[in-house]
C-alpha cells in the first residue's frame, strides 16, 4: 500500500494498543529508517541516531521507566531517537564527500564556526532534526500500513542508562512502531487555523 502525504498525515494517529504477537519484516523497517535518513539536517551534519530496541527483556525494562505504557512492550519496535551532540566536530568533512574539495572544505569550516562554543545550538539542533525524523518515520509507517505512537513519557536518565546512551548523547523521544490492534480514541481536536498561522510578524 502506498499513500500519498497527505492520506498519510490525515489518517496517522498515536496509537496506543499494539499487536505484541506481530513482527514488522526488517526490509520494511529498513525501508522507512533509510528513507528517513533523507530528511535534512543543517549543514548535513546528520546528527540523528537510531536505536532499534526488539530485545523483549530490554522492552520489559523500559517500559517499567516509561509510566508502564504498553506501546513499549507491544509494538513491533521501539524506536530510540537520540541525538549526538557533537556530530558537527566528528570528522564533518564526511558530511560533504560527495562535494568539490573547495566547497568540502568551506563547509567543514562553516560547521565549526556555528557550532563551537554554542551548547545550546549543538543540542537544539539534535531536537531538530530528531523531531524531522520522527514525522518521517510515522508518515511512512503509516503509508505502509503500520501505526505508530510518538513518546516522551518516560524517564530519560533511566533509559540513557539501559541503553549505554554515550555522554554526548541526548535521547529526543520514541516512536513504538507496530500493527494497531485497536483503533484510537476520538482526536482531541485541531485549533482554529487563526490561532496558529500569523501574517507576517506577530501583533504588538
Ligand atoms: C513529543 C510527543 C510525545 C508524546 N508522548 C506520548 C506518550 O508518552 N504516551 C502516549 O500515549 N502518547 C504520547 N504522545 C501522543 C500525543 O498525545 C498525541 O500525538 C496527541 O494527543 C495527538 O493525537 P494524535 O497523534 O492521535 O493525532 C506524544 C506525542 C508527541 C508528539
Known sequence: MTLDVASAILNRRAIKQFDPAYA???SDLERILDLARRMPTAFNIQNWRFVV????DLRRRIRTVAWDQPQVTDASVLLILCADINAWEKSPERYWENAQPDVRSAMTAAIDQYYRGREHVQRDEGMRSCGMAASA?????????????????FDFDAVG?????????????????????????????????TELVIENAFPR
Open 53 to 56: 530496541v526488539k530485545d523483549p
Open 161 to 193: 542508562a539501559l541503553i549505554n546512551l554515550p555522554a554526548d548523547h541526548e535521547i529526543v523521544m520514541f516512536v513504538a512502531l507496530g500493527k494497531p490492534a485497536a483503533p484510537p480514541k476520538p482526536s482531541g481536536g485541531a485549533l482554529p487555523r
Open 137 to 153: 518515520i510515522m508518515l511512512l509507517a503509516q503509508s505502509m500500513g503500520y501505526g505508530t505512537c510518538p513518546m516522551d513519557g
Open 24 to 26: 514488522i519484516p526488517d
